[in-house]
DNA sequence: TTTAGGG
DNA sequence: CCCTAAA
């Protein structure tokens, strides 16, 4: 799915073009800051994306704006565009589909399940999306909950109305806690055929309290943003719009949320569409305070009546409290309860310490939910997003590579040669990572030790860095030969590659590993056993690493010259325990300055590694 | 072609 | 990384 979004970008005729991880950053953040459009849901295993609106004029007002046509008074769009976005959208769909194929024929664990959820609230002709959707649900597997660290856009769609679509992310059920009294919920109900007093007492089954509103529309958004806060986040709840439908437990959501929003109905004092309040400078219009208040009314969840029925004619600054049930539900989802919520600050009427930070990390279980300060239209909204560990395509088959190396000691390497991967190593380009749950791994490199004693001493250094992280474990895609090496033609009519490919700690590990296998000097060989899939690193290329390793090895790690501890360039650091393989590894095999130590040994040792190693260096 | 070593 | 001598 996310490859979806990775590889297709949206030219301005609606044509889909293959777009760059750097274009899609791009794009992600547009449709995030875009306050008609979508939240991209940037995480792969467990967060959730959102959009919605119960109406179209926001959409549409989107629509106007994106083709020039932005009338603030008019709520009208060409239907023949509209159309043409739906064709759009439905191809966009087709594609997200044939992705997912792709993804489960080839057993990639990368494809989350996702939902997509279709406003169901205007029952139109445009049921294909539904369906396309029902489709794509019931052909995602259940799979391991296998978390990836992946971007993952789930994707978004629109009724014809034009409204944009709710999103829900798929992931590994949560333990349930505490919920409103779901009693009279019992499977599937739809807010939309419930009567004024049917919604009052679902209400009141969810918040508790009664109320007198007589807006359905805010009722069933209410009432949708209160499931979704209370409880959805950890129950196997579907919410499709205003219709909540029990689910399985391999699909439960994560999270959902409802509608947040952008009643089209809604306009605030100036006449315009919601939409277009946040395109223009939205602190024109803020300022006014009922405005404020209402939003603030809005998300207390305990205003009184007057307030409530006031509330649902005014204008609601949907992001805000969107990203707020976010940042809240992500919080407790990852760590149990923590932080307050992050108001947005301008207003008064919130308690002073809630507003402390507009931007937080939150750190939890491994994951790291960061959320941003962004300029939503000026309004200074929190936008969550999410820590990018990897913005490339999505690994193959992890065990392949296990396979591939010749002894366990090779699996060992690997495993924690993945495991550092993600530490301050520039992402390999062609070495596509994907991020595996780790927690469980480090017992398979314990296990790996068992059998090779001899190179264990080795090893051991390895696999105690490995383990000292957090394991968060990537491998190695066994075929990245779509590498192509850029070259540029030089003066001197040869080519030099363009671009200097920084060694991934991945790579220097198969080279320490690789040369304490052959030996220094059996490039090629290195080359074809442990760089096979690099079609960039020449076997001279390895030489030239081994000789930079060594001298560093040898150079910074024992006196610890003047700079030691890295002259923080934004070259990679060599994490020391490899440094000290390199130079276990040289002077083993006399590669060792003389100057320095071991050349008492180094004749004897040499001999004995040429023996052992095949006997030519 | 592959290694080794200098640039 | 590139270039090249030497094997």
């Known amino acids: 799915m996310d490859k979806f979004l990775s590889n297709l970008q949206v030219e301005g005729d609606g044509r889909l073009v293959p777009a760059t991880e750097d274009e899609l950053m791009e794009v992600e953040s547009l449709l995030i800051d875009d306050r008609c459009g979508m939240h991209i849901d940037a995480d792969p295993g467990q967060t959730v994306g959102c959009i919605s609106n119960e109406g179209s004029s926001s959409w549409m007002a989107h629509l106007e704006s994106l083709e020039g046509l932005s009338q603030p008074k008019s709520k009208k769009v060409d239907p023949d565009k509209l159309n043409g976005r739906?064709?759009?959208?439905?191809?966009?769909?087709?594609?997200?589909?044939?992705?997912?194929?792709?993804?489960?024929?080839?057993?990639?664990?990368?494809?989350?399940?996702?939902?997509?959820?279709?406003?169901?609230?205007?029952?139109?002709?445009?049921?294909?999306?539904?369906?396309?959707?029902?489709?794509?649900?019931s052909e995602i597997p259940l799979q391991e909950p296998v978390p990836s660290l992946a971007p993952s856009l789930r994707q978004s769609n629109l009724n014809q109305s034009g409204s944009v679509g709710e999103l829900v992310a798929g992931g590994s059920p949560l333990s349930v806690t505490t919920k409103p009294d779901f009693s009279i919920l019992k499977g599937e109900i739809c807010l939309d055929n419930l009567s004024i007093k049917e919604l009052h007492e679902t209400f009141k089954a969810t918040?508790?309290?009664?109320?007198?509103?007589?807006?359905?529309?805010?009722?069933?958004?209410?009432?949708?943003?209160?499931?979704?806060?209370?409880?959805?986040?950890?129950?196997?709840?579907?919410?499709?719009?205003?219709?909540?439908?029990?689910?399985?437990?391999?699909?439960?959501?994560?999270?959902?949320?409802?509608?947040?929003?952008?009643?089209?109905?809604?306009?605030?004092?100036k006449g315009l569409p919601t939409c277009l309040v946040g395109q223009l400078d939205y602190h024109k219009v803020v300022p006014e305070r009922r405005l404020e208040n209402h939003n603030i009314d809005d998300y207390s969840g305990s205003d009184d009546h007057k307030n409530e029925q006031g509330a649902a004619k005014r204008v609601r600054k949907p992001t805000k409290?969107?990203?707020?049930?976010?940042?809240?539900?992500?919080?407790?989802?990852?760590?149990?309860?923590?932080?307050?919520?992050?108001?947005?600050?301008?207003?008064?009427?919130?308690?002073?310490?809630?507003?402390?930070?507009?931007?937080?990390?939150?750190?939890?279980?491994?994951?790291?939910?960061?959320?941003?300060?962004d300029s939503l239209g000026g309004s200074g909204?929190?936008?969550?997003?999410?820590?990018?560990?990897?913005?490339?395509?999505?690994?193959?088959?992890?065990?392949?590579?296990?396979?591939?190396?010749?002894?366990?000691?090779?699996?060992?390497?690997?495993?924690?040669?993945?495991?550092?991967?993600?530490?301050?190593?520039?992402?390999?380009?062609?070495?596509?990572?994907?991020?595996?749950?780790?927690?469980?791994?480090?017992?398979?490199?314990?296990?790996?030790?068992?059998g090779m004693p001899e190179k264990g001493k080795q090893f051991s250094v390895m696999s105690a860095v490995g383990l000292g992280n957090n394991m968060e474990m990537k491998m190695n895609s066994s075929g990245d030969s779509d590498d192509n090496v850029v070259t540029v033609p030089t003066s001197k009519g040869g080519v030099r590659r363009k671009h200097h490919r920084a060694w991934t700690l991945s790579e220097v590990m198969k080279l320490v590993e690789g040369v304490s296998r052959y030996g220094a000097g059996r490039w090629s060989e290195i080359k074809r056993l442990f760089f096979a899939s690099y079609s960039y690193r020449t076997s001279v290329d390895l030489k030239d690493k081994w000789r930079n390793l060594l001298k560093a090895s040898f150079t910074q790690t024992p006196p610890d010259t003047g700079m030691n501890s890295r002259k923080n360039t934004g070259a990679m650091p060599i994490p020391t325990p490899i440094l000290l393989k390199v130079r276990e590894l040289a002077e083993m095999q006399a590669q060792a300055p003389p100057n320095l130590s071991s050349t008492k040994v180094a004749g004897s040792t040499r001999k004995i590694v040429n023996e052992k190693q095949t006997g030519f260096l």
């Open 321 to 373: 409290r969107y990203i707020e049930e976010f940042s809240e539900v992500e919080s407790k989802e990852s760590s149990g309860r923590l932080l307050n919520l992050a108001k947005n600050s301008g207003h008064g009427l919130i308690s002073p310490k809630s507003h402390v930070r507009l931007v937080r990390n939150v750190s939890s279980g491994g994951r790291t939910v960061v959320t941003r300060l």
């Open 207 to 269: 918040f508790g309290r009664e109320t007198t509103v007589k807006d359905k529309q805010w009722l069933k958004r209410r009432i949708s943003m209160g499931l979704t806060n209370s409880c959805a986040a950890s129950t196997n709840f579907l919410i499709k719009d205003n219709k909540f439908a029990k689910k399985g437990n391999e699909e439960g959501c994560n999270g959902m949320y409802g509608s947040f929003a952008k009643d089209p109905s809604i306009v605030n004092q």
């Open 86 to 137: 739906l064709e759009y959208i439905e191809e966009m769909l087709q594609k997200v589909k044939e992705e997912e194929r792709l993804h489960i024929a080839c057993g990639s664990p990368d494809c989350s399940s996702a939902c997509v959820i279709v406003d169901s609230q205007c029952s139109d002709p445009h049921d294909k999306l539904l369906h396309i959707d029902e489709k794509l649900q």
């Open 381 to 450: 909204i929190q936008v969550p997003c999410v820590s990018r560990v990897r913005r490339s395509r999505p690994r193959k088959n992890f065990m392949a590579l296990l396979k591939f190396n010749p002894s366990g000691m090779g699996m060992a390497a690997t495993l924690v040669k993945k495991a550092l991967d993600d530490h301050s190593f520039p992402p390999n380009d062609g070495n596509e990572n994907r991020v595996l749950k780790a927690s469980s791994t480090p017992e398979h490199v314990h296990h790996l030790f068992v």
